[in-house]
Antibody, heavy 120, light 106 residues
């Protein structure tokens, strides 16, 4: 079964760091585009970052320079290192596998999400 | 940045109704538009990709259309399990979601 399971969320003070993990099963993280998407409480969805199968990475302007996406192929796991956290980073963070076609991509498999709260 | 605007922000409908949700992009995004359904407390679910392609396993009452800047999601006959929030998302430049449309029971 294709599945994503996030972990690593929690309460962190402003300016602090946190690393989220997303363990995949049923498919290879390294062979797919993978993203992080977040959702602040009561708000809509916001794309955060993507890592392509070739290793290229891209970020939303709101997190550029503070967050880093990576993967461990041997563990079939996706990561999001979050530094210099701000109150506005408080959200449920989802990892998502992507499907890719001629010019398009979409998030087809989602994890259950992990909550990150940035507060003093 | 490409902005995505959905309308309406919410709607009330009855089981069996035909529901149409629209999504407008701030610039042309060709057909690179996806639709998701999110039930409360759950992760989003992909319904439609590339504007009109039905994701595997999604009921045929869901359909999408449009290109350029204007897109629609149509639910031909609303079912009880369809009461949820729907999001459009573009993948032409970076990725951006619309603000969501909440479909409630009338």
């Amino acid at each position: 079964e294709v599945q994503l399971v996030e972990s690593g969320g929690g309460l962190v003070q402003p300016g602090g760091s946190l690393r989220l993990s997303c363990a995949a099963s049923g498919f290879s993280v390294s062979s797919n585009y993978m993203s992080w998407v977040r959702q602040a409480p009561g708000r809509g969805l916001e794309w955060v970052s993507v890592i392509y199968s070739g290793g290229s990475t891209y970020y939303a302007d709101s997190v550029k320079g503070r967050f880093t996406i990576s993967r461990d192929n041997s563990k079939n796991t996706l990561y999001l290192q979050m530094n210099s956290l701000r109150a506005e980073d408080t959200a449920v963070y989802y990892c998502a596998k992507m499907i890719v076609g001629a010019g398009y991509d979409a998030f087809d498999i989602w994890g259950q999400g992990t909550m990150v709260t940035v507060s003093s | 940045d490409i902005q995505m605007t959905q309308s309406p922000s919410s709607l009330s409908a009855s089981v069996g109704d035909r529901v149409i949700i629209t999504c407008r992009a701030s610039q042309s995004i060709s057909s690179y538009l996806n639709w998701y359904q999110q039930r409360p407390g759950k992760a989003p679910k992909l319904l439609i990709y590339d504007a009109s392609s039905l994701q595997s396993g999604v009921p045929s009452r869901f359909s999408g259309s449009g290109s350029g800047t204007d897109f629609t999601l149509t639910i031909s006959s609303l079912q009880p399990e369809d009461f949820a929030t729907y999001y459009c998302q573009q993948s032409h430049i970076a990725r951006t979601f619309g603000q969501g449309t909440k479909v409630e029971i009338k």
